[in-house]
């Protein structure tokens, strides 16, 4: 089996591609190295998980460059994870996100199509829920109220899936992933931004005053749930992968701190505009279609990415 896996060089990408690597899959990983954070932490993780997998740098929007990869090699199933990640950024870049998660996709559809190539397991987000539904989050709402142009463009790259696999008989399964944690997370999701203002004695933003709930999924528990779904062709499906059991925003940072020894200065605030309460997975879906369930409890996960975050930063 031989799979291409975009974005590999990325917090999730990295992980699944040592994973299929060490499961005896050849692997071949795209990632353009962007700067939308520190390129050191891409190139750490390209030395720690990537021995023995081939990495071409290069941009999905690239179509020449993709139709020649194609050509080079053939491929069974693309695992697409490469994206512009984070909801914060889509406010002051959006049209980064048109153009990598939404263009960019097609692209990979076409080139795809070109060379015969009849499965891609896609990364997507509980972002597509947006304000359609309350918790938990079921995948037969229509998702159609999207509240960032991150959760718009996501939304939309499902959606150009599903035509694609009407069209051409590509099968996708688009995996919406709830909040990833761990070792080697993106230094601009809050586990990481917490950790780093809570040792440097720097306040942290606690909105709601706290009284926030989101699902936390540990970065083994997502890379096992993908490998799933690339053993499990299913024609066009939207699954969720998350935990299912949401945790209070102060319980999170209590055990940051625990696990740091260090107390938290909170700056507690009013509710964000147009954030929700409560965020969580349905994963009975999950669980019937893939067989999958998580593992890691948030306690042990919060364990592992402070350890992994102490020894990384030299903090
Ligand atoms: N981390 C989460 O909590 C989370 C939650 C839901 C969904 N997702 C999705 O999972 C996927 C991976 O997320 P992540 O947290 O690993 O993010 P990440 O930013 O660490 O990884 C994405 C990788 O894609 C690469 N990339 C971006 N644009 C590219 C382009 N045009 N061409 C080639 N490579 C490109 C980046 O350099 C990066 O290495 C994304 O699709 C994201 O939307 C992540």
Not at 4 to 13: E, N, R
Not at 78 to 93: F, I, K, P, W
Not at 284 to 301: S, Y
Request: with cysteine; net charge negative.
């Amino acid at each position: 089996m031989k799979l291409l896996v975009t974005g590999g060089a990325g917090f999730i990408g990295s992980a699944l591609s040592k994973r299929l690597h060490d499961d005896g899959i050849d692997v071949v990983v795209i990632d353009n190295f962007n700067e939308y954070y520190d390129v050191t932490l891409k190139r750490s993780r390209q030395k720690e998980f990537l021995n023995g997998v081939e990495v071409v740098e290069g941009d999905i929007t690239d179509k020449p460059f993709l139709e020649k990869l194609f050509t080079d090699n053939q491929f069974d199933a693309v695992c697409h994870l490469a994206a512009q990640a984070g909801v914060r950024y889509s406010v002051d870049a959006p049209e980064v996100y048109v153009n990598t998660n939404v263009l960019g996709i097609q692209i990979l559809f076409e080139v795809m199509k070109n060379h015969s190539v009849k499965r891609m397991i896609y990364a997507s987000t509980s972002s597509t829920y947006g304000t359609a539904t309350a918790a938990p989050f079921k995948e037969d709402v229509s998702a159609d109220k999207p509240v960032s142009v991150y959760a718009a463009a996501k939304r939309a790259a499902e959606l150009l899936a599903h035509s694609y696999y009407v069209q051409y008989g590509i099968e996708t399964t688009c995996l919406r992933f709830f909040t990833v944690y761990g070792p080697w997370s993106r230094p601009d999701m809050a586990m990481l931004k917490f950790a780093q203002k809570i040792i440097a004695g720097a306040q942290i933003d606690v909105y709601n005053n706290g009284d926030l709930r989101r699902d936390f999924t540990y970065i083994d528990d997502i890379v096992e749930g993908f490998v799933k779904a690339i053993h499990t062709p299913l024609g066009y499906e939207i699954i969720n992968v998350g935990n299912g059991s949401p945790v209070e925003l102060l319980k999170f940072v209590e055990l940051l701190e625990k696990e740091l020894g260090i107390p938290a200065q909170k700056n507690l605030l009013p509710m964000q505009q147009g954030d929700v309460y409560e965020t969580y997975a349905d994963t009975n879906k999950a669980k019937e279609l893939l067989g999958f369930q998580t593992k890691v409890d948030f306690k042990t996960g919060v364990k592992h990415f402070v350890h992994w975050y102490k020894d990384y930063y030299k903090a």
